[in-house]
């Protein structure tokens, strides 16, 4: 897939490639292979400096394009499965020397710990954290923290998850990057008010769009965390972002329904994407739509 590049001078900004787009469970078959089946998991690049959103199976792809000493720093959104199963099998974690650093949500750094540890105890895995041979970093993030990674500024925000859930806003050379995966409005408002005071004034907002109105209304998914393309459209237009692009597809989503969901999205935010494994966004500051490089 041709990388996609905000009109600019090409020389600031932000790299955002996407290698797990799905939601819940990787899906597979040839009825997913235009969009992918692979769980969260989002590549940026300012820079030299690697930052890596998620760790769902889209990580093991990852791993295959990365050679030599590594430096990474992980921001996890938070720790079901479909976010951070990628892990144990991300071959960079095993080579003696690497140096590996992972925010997540918690109180204490031992929380982000041991969120990776219990995935890799038996009987769910063979192999347990302590054998990885790369130099680990846990952290531990809360709503509102600030920190830097390199060149970019990254700042975090709560979202409505019925488990902890940051959101993450990444700034660098003046173009943002806002990721709300895993959010739902709250009761009696059109969206969650923390993803809209992240994503204010953003040059790309990724944002959970999982089900479709009726899915969401109908079919008892209230209260399970995730939104609609409509209302990450409706969060699009209220903070003033540039460009949205749809993540988190639902498993039962296969290339026609997401390919369909693009398209009416599109009626209601016209600067829409849907996330598609291998699309490379650059993201550029001061401008105002993407066009094919």
Known sequence: MPEQTANGNGTAGLSVRFWGVRGSIATSGA???RVGGNTTCIEVRAANELVILDAGT????LAQTLAGPLRATF?????HWDHI???PFFAPAYQAGNHLTLYGPGEHDGDVEAAFARQMQPPHFPVTLDVLRAHLHFRHLRPGDEIRVGPISVRTGILNHPQPCLGYRLTAGGASVVL???TEPHEGNPFDPGVLELARG???LIHDAQYTEDQYHHSGRKGWGHSTYDTACHVAR???VKQLVLFHHDPNHDDRSVEAIEEAARSLFSHTLVAREGMTLRVEPAVSRYEAA
Not at 75 to 79: E, Q, V
């Open 31 to 33: 009825a997913f292979a």
């Open 58 to 61: 889209g990580l093991m792809p």
């Open 75 to 79: 921001l996890l959104t938070h720790f």
């Open 85 to 87: 199963q990628g892990f």
């Open 180 to 182: 709300a995966t895993d």
């Open 202 to 204: 953003a040059d790309l």
């Open 238 to 240: 209220e903070a003033g």
